[in-house]
Each structure stands twice: as C-alpha cells, then as structure tokens.
C-alpha cells in the first residue's frame, strides 16, 4: 500500500522558531515536494527534490529551505517562522515530468503565533 | 500570468451528473490533472489528460481541450461520498517544479 507520511498533523510555533516538518515516502519515488494549502490560493508548490540532495524552488520558496539527505526524506525548514506561514503544509512523491499522479501524505496544520 | 480558473463552489443532487469546469491561460504545458480532496483529508489523483479529448475512469471522466484552453471534470451518478474539493492540476514544463494547481471547486450533493 503506497504511503506518505508526516512527522505531524498539528503543530503550533511561535514567531522565530526554527520548524522542521518531515515527510518520508516507502515508493521509492525520485521525486518529492512540498507544498502549502491555503483557503481560495489551493496548493503552491514551495520546492521540488528530483534526487537525493537535489532540489529545485517551486513558486513560493521565500522563508523556507529544504533538505533531501535520503531518498524516502524530504524536509521542510522554516528558519524563523512568522504569523504569515499559519498554513497547511502538504508533502507529496511521484509526479514525472509528464504529469504523473502524486501521491500526497495527510498534511501538517502549522500555527505560527 | 499563469493561472487556472475553477468555480470555487457547485452544488448537485445525488444521482445526477455534474461538470466541474477549469480554464487556464498558458500555452506549451504537458498535460491537465484532477485531484479530489474530501475535508481534513489529502489530496488524490483522479485523471491526467495529456492529449485532447476525453478520459474516462468509471463514473468520472475528464476532458481537455487545448485549442479552447479549457478543461473539465465530469461527476455522473453522483453519490453523498463525493462531496468533496476537486482540483485541476497543469503541467507547464519538463519539471515537476512546473506543476501548478486552481484554487479548487467546493462540491457539495444534496440528496
């Protein structure tokens, strides 16, 4: 049965924190990225991992960094949270260059206060 | 810009069919997929149209049309279990870092 899983589903920070959010796929997948959800914007892609310690920025990857040191592992970092990344924050793997499916992990609510 | 365009809300009554639709405003983008995504739940691929024309998966079936840059999901025999959100999804390039999705459409079935 294919699965992502995150480290999280509810998390609460506050202003300045260091936040890691993990996500890990049992697919064997190349490809992994992050994305957050927000009411009326749907999802944004933050990064994209097309190997292990690849990465390419998505459309939003102001604040955020990544790391892929493995290849079922993709993190997400937020060096110093703030009130404006309050979001959903959605790992996913698969999804080749030709608009494969993904497959998407439960999510991570993320609170910034 | 680059965008797509969904309704954000549609209502149908159990039984019926029902048609979500999604325009785009892009040229030279691989292909179009649709995700449903019931509340507190992920994301899940239902359909990918690379060609025009029409894909069909059980009761759901999914159609593009690049020369009318246009799209859509269609719902038939509708059941309560498919209220749900329902995102297009487009390819733009040879990355996956190129994928970008609508904002979604809020389906709800009344019964």
């Known amino acids: 049965d294919v699965k992502v899983t995150q480290s999280s589903r509810y998390l609460v920070k506050r202003t300045g924190e260091k936040v890691f959010l993990e996500c890990v796929q049992d697919m064997d997948h190349e490809n992994m990225f992050w994305y957050r959800q927000d009411p009326g914007l749907g999802l944004r892609l933050i990064y994209f991992?097309?190997?292990?310690?690849?990465?390419e920025k998505g459309d939003i990857p102001e604040g955020y960094s990544v790391s892929r040191e493995k290849k079922e592992r993709f993190s997400l970092i937020l060096e110093s949270a703030s009130t404006n990344q309050t979001s959903m924050y959605l790992c996913?793997?698969?999804?080749?260059?030709?608009?494969?499916?993904?497959?998407f992990g439960p999510g991570t609510r993320l609170t910034v206060t | 810009g680059q965008s797509l365009e969904q309704p954000s809300e549609v209502t149908a009554v159990e039984g019926a069919i029902v048609q979500i639709n999604c325009t785009y405003q892009?040229?030279?983008?691989?292909?179009l997929s649709w995700y449903q995504q019931h509340d507190g739940g992920a994301p899940t691929f239902l359909s990918y149209n690379a060609l025009d024309g029409l894909e069909e998966t059980g009761r759901f079936s999914s159609f593009l049309s690049r020369s009318d840059s246009y799209g859509y999901l269609l719902l038939q025999e509708l059941q309560m279990k498919d209220s749900a959100s329902y995102f297009c999804a487009l390819n733009r390039g040879s990355s996956a870092s190129k994928i970008i999705f609508g904002s979604g459409t809020r389906l709800s079935i009344r019964p």
């Open positions: 996913a793997s698969g999804g080749l260059a030709g608009g494969e499916e993904q497959y």
């Open positions: 892009t040229s030279g983008f691989y292909g």
């Open positions: 991992s097309y190997d292990v310690k690849m990465k």
